[in-house]
Each structure stands twice: as C-alpha cells, then as structure tokens.
C-alpha cells in the first residue's frame, strides 16, 4: 500500500507541472482559438535562461523563475505581434503552421548555439533534498515546482474568473466583434494573453532544471502532453487543464512503476483516446 502511495504521490507532483503547462496553452487556446505549436519551445527557452542564470551568475532556479517567467511573457508577446496577428481571421492551419514554424527555428537555433548536449545544473538550493511523511518521500524540487504551479494556476484562474480583465477575456473569447462594441480593447487582450500563456510555461520551465537537464529537445514531450491535458480537459478550461494534468501524471507513473517505463506514454495516450471517444469535448467542455 505504500509502494502505491508513493507512486501516486510522484504521478500528482508531475502532473501538477504538467498542468501549469497545459494552463499556458488552454488560456490562449480557448481566448483565440490558436494553437500554439511553440509551446513545448517556450518551455525549453525558460529552462535554458534559468539555466544560465544559474550556471553563469549563480542564481538558483527558485530565483530565476521570475526572469524565466518575464522573458517568455515578452516572447509570447512578440509572438502575437510578429506573427499570430497577421494570421487573426485566416484558416486555422495558417496559425499552426507559423507557429509550427517558430518551433522549429527556436529549436534549431539553440542546437546551434548550445549544442544537443544534456546541461545539469548542480549545486541547487533543492538539489537532492526531500521530505519525508512516515514511510513517504517527497522529493523538495519536484514538490516546490507542484506547489508554484499550483499557486499560479490558482491565480490565473482567479484573475479570468473574478477581475475586470478575466471578463474582458472572456467576452472576447465569446464574441470579439461583440466586446469591441462593448468598448473592449481585444487587440490588447489578446497580446496580454499570449504574454500570460507564455509566461505559466516560463514559470515551469524555470523551475525545472532543479531537477531536470536541459537540452533542444526537452520541451516536445512538454509541449505534446500540454496539447492532450486542454483537450482532454475541455478547450478553455482551466480547471478540466488542471484536473487533466494530474490525472496523465498518476496514469504516466503508475504505468511506469507497474507496468513499464516504456509502457506509460502508451497508457497516458490510451487515457487520452479514451476520454475524447466518451466525451469529445473534454472534461470540462461545453
């Protein structure tokens, strides 16, 4: 029983970052109805500037989430300004594709410059510690990115849910024309949406070369679970994100314990084809 604990405890602390990720790409998926196929990219630019931030100025990962975090909101700024804007009213592909297209240029761009090497970063403030409850280990660096992504995606939440600005999104998500009418700047919304997705996915890349190494291809397996936790858990919402998350967290380490490591991907996309076969709109959709 507690060899089952454990393996629960490590599939929630995992899927909670997982959902901290999928928050970033629910938010400007359902606002925009754009698929960010640079997500998984954004998180692994987040690592690497927490990692040279570590490595070259000694700041720990705990600190340089805020750097991480600001850079890829700038990103994800600029992305909506130099691309995603000429693509607003176009076929849907022509977003996927540009960005597809961004995801290969970052991708191929820090190949080049840092090379396909695995980088570590040792001597963290985390590094190997853990707690301990009973007969049970909680590993510090993954329990200390599960509780910041829990405290950001509650934030997000609140801020959509209970502020002025939440319901200028969300009336813009339902009807742009409509919320311009109403006097909404959606222009503005939309960049400050792609600023906060890009930023949830800063913030857990930040966080994770506590514990994680980084190199180009670190984010295409973020980046794909990402796509399968929002619609799994319903396009636009954050909470079925949320939910979803945890859920390909437990699925993946009880597979991987189980089973096999190499059999947990295969459970978590079997959970996936599952959930949209039964219900086609997600968790949470409506």
């Known amino acids: 029983m507690e060899t089952f604990l454990q393996v629960l405890i490590d599939g929630m602390l995992s ?5 901290l990720v999928a928050a970033g790409l629910c938010l400007i998926w359902g606002v925009m109805d754009v698929i960010n196929f ?44 130099l691309i995603i804007h ?40 985390l590094g190997d510690k853990t707690f301990q409850l009973g007969n049970l280990i909680f590993p510090a660096p993954q329990l200390a990115a599960a509780i910041l992504s829990l405290v950001v995606v509650g934030l997000v ?40 997705g890009g930023a949830c996915v800063g913030i857990a890349g930040g966080i994770m070369p506590s514990y994680l190494s980084v190199h180009p291809e670190v984010g295409s397996l973020f980046g794909l679970i990402a796509f399968i936790c929002v619609a799994m858990g319903g396009f636009g919402s954050i909470p079925g994100a949320f939910l979803a998350g945890i859920l390909v967290g437990v699925v993946e380490s009880v597979a991987g314990f189980y089973i096999a490591p190499v059999f947990k991907y295969i459970a978590v996309f079997g959970l996936y ?5 039964l219900r086609p709109k997600g968790i949470f959709g409506w």
């Not at 899927?15 to 959902?19: I, L, Q, S």
Request: net charge neutral.
């Open 15 to 19: 899927g909670m970052v997982y959902a």
């Open 38 to 81: 640079a997500h998984g990219e954004y998180l692994m630019i987040a690592m690497y500037v927490s990692y040279w931030l570590g490595f070259l100025a000694n700041v720990d990962p705990v600190v340089s989430i805020v750097a991480s975090g600001a850079f890829i909101f700038i990103l994800g700024a600029l992305t909506y300004k």
């Open 86 to 125: 000429y693509t607003i009213g176009k076929p849907p592909l022509a977003a996927l594709l540009a960005t597809f297209g961004l995801a290969m240029l970052l991708k191929n761009l820090c190949l080049n410059r840092f090379s396909p090497n695995f980088l570590i970063l040792s001597d963290t403030w």
């Open 157 to 196: 939440y609140a801020v959509i849910s209970s502020t002025r600005f939440g319901w200028a999104v969300q009336a813009t998500a339902m009807d742009r024309d409509a919320a311009e009418l109403m006097g909404i700047n959606t222009e503005r919304v939309y960049i400050l949406i792609f600023g906060i």
């Open 273 to 277: 084809l599952a959930v949209v076969f």
